[in-house]
């Protein structure tokens, strides 16, 4: 069964420390994986998107990894700030061109403290 | 640039009512979908349409309808509305189905339902 776990659930750190959020998958057959922020009482938003011959890259303060042997990825947030603070949602695309499925993790609630 | 619309914001229903949830993209995309959002999951794909015209089921689809006439507008109906459909439901459209989900959805900002 196609799945995506995130962890941790929660987190809570202070303005201006780094944090790592993580994504593990067991999805067949990989397409890409893509990392959404969700500030709250808003729609998702696209960060960045990894495809199976990539395993890094890079958003302003946000640094996606994917290591596709492991099923792993990670979300590095560098110097967080008051408006980091949101769901940071993982999902793997399973298929290729018009026959694929999103696969969604339940997603990382961020909480940066003053 | 006002991307997906969602209307309303927040609605609260009796158990039997029915409604309409709106969406409407203008940033002509062919690949619209309409998801919904529970505490502690992931999100889960409801209906989807490729184009106008064309619309089919996602992981959970009973209990709702979506018709596709323009492809501007893409509502969701809820024929007759059950606690276990409060929710929060998202409107999505992405520029291609096509790629195996390479073309990053865009979403509305969500339709907060409550019945009761």
């Known amino acids: 069964k196609n799945q995506v776990e995130q962890s941790p659930q929660s987190l809570i750190i202070l303005e201006g420390k780094n944090c790592t959020l993580q994504?593990?998958?067991?999805?067949?057959?990989?397409?890409?994986l893509r990392w959404y922020k969700q500030d709250t009482g808003r729609g998702p938003v696209s960060l960045t998107i990894m495809t199976f011959s990539e395993n890094t890259k890079s958003n302003g303060r946000y640094t996606a990894t994917l290591d596709a042997d492991t099923k792993q990825s990670s979300l590095h947030i560098t110097a967080s700030q008051l408006s980091d603070s949101a769901s940071y949602i993982c999902?793997?695309?399973?298929?290729?061109?018009?026959?694929?499925?999103?696969?969604w993790g339940a997603g990382t609630k961020l909480i940066i403290k003053p | 640039n006002a991307g997906v619309t969602q209307t309303p914001k927040f609605q609260v229903l009796k158990t039997g009512q029915s409604m309409t949830l709106q969406c409407a993209q203008d940033m002509n995309h062919e690949y619209m979908s309409w998801y919904r959002q529970d505490p502690g999951m992931g999100l889960r794909l409801i209906h989807y349409?490729?184009?106008?015209?064309?619309?089919d089921q996602g992981e959970v689809p009973n209990g709702y309808n979506v018709s596709r006439s323009t492809t501007e507008d893409f509502p969701l109906r809820l024929l007759s509305a059950a606690p276990s459909q409060t929710s929060v439901y998202f409107c999505a459209s992405s520029y291609s189905n096509l790629a195996g989900g390479l073309s990053p959805l865009h979403f509305g900002n969500g339709t907060r339902l409550t019945v009761t």
């Open positions: 999902v793997v695309s399973a298929g290729m061109d018009s026959n694929y499925q999103l696969i």
């Open positions: 994504c593990n998958y067991t999805v067949s057959p990989f397409s890409n």
């Open positions: 349409s490729v184009g106008a015209g064309i619309t």
